[in-house]
Nanobody, 118 residues
């Protein structure tokens, strides 16, 4: 497994932008598919965005605004940028990693709170 540490969470105003980073404890190049998930109060955890080892991306059906997921394998880091945030985007955001060689090896970050209010 890989250890993950999120950063960049905090209060975001409606219409503002969110920028999150997730640093991995080991190399993620050609080893881990990465993703961002979120969980709002009273709701199930849902996919925000994911990116494979070769850079293929996918975004959650619940995400409506502009969003970008990217990775820097040299820095063992995955990023998430969301623009035009609204109160419905308020949630705890989690970084996720899945080994491409051992699919049972999955890791979650500790989560970072993202309140959205004026």
């Amino acid at each position: 497994q890989v250890q993950l540490v999120e950063s960049g969470g905090g209060l975001v105003q409606p219409g503002g932008s969110l920028r999150l980073s997730c640093a991995a404890s080991r190399s993620i190049f050609s080893s881990y598919d990465m993703g961002w998930y979120r969980q709002a109060p009273g709701k199930e955890r849902e996919l925000v965005a994911k990116i494979t080892t070769v850079g293929r991306t996918d975004y959650g059906d619940s995400v409506k605004g502009p969003i970008t997921i990217s990775r820097d394998n040299a820095k063992n880091t995955v990023y998430l940028k969301m623009n035009s945030m609204n109160p419905k985007d308020k949630a705890v955001y989690y970084c996720h990693a899945t080994s491409v060689y051992k699919r049972r090896n999955k890791s979650w970050g500790q989560g970072t709170q993202v309140p959205v209010s004026s």
